[in-house]
């Protein structure tokens, strides 16, 4: 008997998550990117053996800009992220497939669009750091909203990226 869950069943397993399950899944990322923060800064004050936190400031956001992209790249070519994992979400490329390493890195590069518009804009201005969160959480919020008007509801930066988020089912233990 022929089997005709093949489309149905690649349905399934390309279906986007929800906009609220991917900023759920954004928020905890973050979360779990404070203990990645303190390591990469502890490894890089003893190793650059800083004495105030400012010494060597643009060294540590270029060295932490690195190792998140070490990171996030690892992952991603891996499917899943952490957090991914825990919200059931995972990275794919446009067929479905895995994602390179090479494709990981263009998704990291282009993921800095949640917040370079925002800091770019803030840059010549002298704003409280409360003006600049307001403005940074609502081009945030803006650039979420953006995907309602992609096809297959997916983020921006994936589009260009080549990669999707789809939701994942839990591995049976």
Same mark, same amino acid.
């Given at each position: 008997?022929? !089997? ?5 069943? %690649?349905?399934? @397993? ?6 609220w399950r ?6 905890? @990322?973050? %979360?779990l990117l ?18 105030? *936190?400012? !010494?060597?400031?643009? *060294? ?5 800009? #690195? ?24 990275? #794919? !490329? ?24 925002? /800091?770019?804009? /803030? &840059?010549?201005?002298?704003? &409280?750091g409360?003006e ?7 081009? #945030? ?5 953006? &995907? ?5 509801s997916?983020?921006?930066h ?8 789809? &939701? ?6």
């Amino acid at each position: 008997m022929p !089997d005709h869950s093949g489309p149905a069943k %690649m349905q399934i @397993e390309m279906k986007t998550p929800g906009l609220w399950r991917r900023m759920a899944c954004w928020l905890y @990322e973050g %979360m779990l990117l404070f203990g990645v923060v303190f390591l990469a800064g502890y490894l890089f004050s003893t190793l650059s053996q800083s004495r105030n *936190a400012m !010494d060597h400031r643009n *060294a540590l956001q270029a060295f932490i800009f #690195v190792i998140f992209g070490i990171y996030f790249v690892w992952f991603w070519a891996k499917g899943q992220t952490l957090a991914m994992k825990t919200w059931h979400i995972r990275i #794919v !490329d446009r067929q479905g497939k895995a994602i390179t390493q090479m494709r990981a890195l263009g998704r990291y590069a282009l993921s800095w669009l949640w917040f370079l518009p925002p /800091l770019m804009g /803030l &840059s010549p201005f002298q704003l &409280s750091g409360g003006e600049s969160a307001v403005i940074i959480i609502g081009w #945030v919020v803006v650039w979420a909203l953006l &995907s309602r008007f992609h096809p297959q509801s997916q983020f921006w930066h994936d589009a260009w990226a080549g990669t999707r988020l789809i &939701s994942s089912q839990p591995l049976s233990r």
